[in-house]
């Protein structure tokens, strides 16, 4: 099956720098990659997605990067602000099986 | 208002009471599914659904029943809890061109 890593599990810093948040898949037949951002007690939200026919895609402060060679993903937030503290999870779209599979999550901690 | 309504939110059982999950979204999605979220391991499917009557296993599903009589219903059902199956659990539906919707999450607690 598909293995999803996600890098770092925490990341911190200061109001109005940039984020980077790095995932690896392994199974070169997924095809959709979708962010989602979780808030403390709440459900995971889609941010934004990307499918493996496209290299990036922006929306306002938070961007994603896809390189299908090296099987890596990237999720950029600009201008960092305290609302974006939250977990983000990265995952991968298996369409061959219809299965999600989610990175471990990583901790975004925006100081003001 | 389009969304994924699952209940109850928190339930707290004892070993070997069978236990239903109800799952119910009201956008005409096709494609369903249940998740568990345990801390540092993510998101982790247990079973999925294609269509009515069309599921299939996801990545950890011993332990777990789902069944899809209705488009619109999805129930997750545990026939004898045990305490590895104290989680948060999530159900979720999808759009063919977009991610997964996400219900508000069940909080299941097993004595």
């Known amino acids: 099956g598909e293995n999803v890593e996600q890098h770092p599990s925490t990341l911190s810093v200061q109001e109005g720098d940039s984020a980077v948040i790095k995932c690896t898949y392994s199974d070169s037949a997924s095809n959709y990659f979708p962010w989602y951002k979780q808030e403390l007690g709440k459900r995971p939200q889609l941010i934004i997605d990307i499918r493996s026919n496209v290299g990036e895609k922006k929306d306002q402060r938070i961007a994603v990067t896809l390189n299908k060679t090296a099987k890596h993903f990237s999720l950029h937030i600009t201008e960092t602000q305290p609302e974006d503290s939250a977990v983000y999870f990265c995952a991968a779209f298996q369409g061959n099986f219809n299965k999600f599979y989610f990175g471990s999550g990583t901790k975004l901690n925006v100081k003001p | 208002e389009a969304q994924v309504t699952q209940n109850p939110r928190y339930l707290i059982t004892v070993t070997g009471k069978k236990l239903t999950v109800t799952c119910s979204q009201n956008m005409n999605h096709e494609y369903m599914s249940w998740y568990r979220q345990d801390p540092g391991l993510g998101l982790r499917q247990i079973y999925y659904s294609m269509n009515v009557e069309v599921t299939d296993k996801g990545d950890v599903p011993e332990g777990y029943k789902v069944s899809r009589k209705e488009k619109r219903n999805f129930p997750l059902i545990l026939e004898s809890p045990s305490p590895n199956q104290t989680s948060l659990y999530f159900c979720?539906?999808?759009?063919?061109?977009?991610?997964?919707?996400f219900g508000a999450g069940s909080r299941l607690t097993v004595l």
């Open positions: 979720a539906s999808r759009d063919v061109s977009r991610g997964l919707t």
